[in-house]
């Protein structure tokens, strides 16, 4: 069992960056892989980046690849997706996921692999 909820959303200028944050409850943290992943209105949730358990492995989407950095600080049990160079077409809520079953590398990226979910966080890129 973990618990999520993400922080640092808000309102930037396009190029500008934000820094968001997922704090997860309990012992457990650094057994879960981590995931962030956007909904803009009208549009499915979308894979956005994931982090391994030990932080030794990311992936990202095409889409965001060279501009986001997920990271982690177990000894926080905190996951953060640092976004610069935003564009209007980041704006979404941001969800942080956590999972921690088999097949981390092959299925990460999709939001199915992951249990359990924070409440999302408003990031808005204004042109």
């Known amino acids: 069992q973990v618990q999520l909820v993400e922080s640092g959303g808000g309102l930037v200028q396009a190029g500008g960056s934000l820094r968001l944050s997922c704090a997860a409850s309990?012992?457990?943290?650094?057994?879960?892989?981590m995931g962030w992943f956007r909904q803009a209105p009208g549009k499915e949730r979308e894979f956005v980046a994931t982090?391994?358990?030990?932080?030794?492995?990311?992936r990202y989407a095409d889409s965001v690849k060279g501009r986001f950095t997920i990271s982690r600080d177990n000894a926080k049990n905190t996951v953060y997706l640092q976004m610069n160079s935003l564009k209007p077409e980041d704006t979404a809520v941001y969800y942080c996921?956590?999972?921690?079953?088999?097949?981390?590398?092959?299925?990460?990226?999709?939001?199915?692999?992951?249990?359990?979910w924070g409440q999302g966080t408003q990031v808005t890129v204004s042109s």
């Open positions: 996921a956590a999972g921690d079953g088999n097949g981390w590398y092959e299925s990460g990226r999709g939001s199915s692999w992951y249990g359990y």
């Open positions: 309990g012992r457990t943290f650094s057994s879960y892989a």
């Open positions: 982090i391994s358990w030990g932080g030794g492995s990311r």
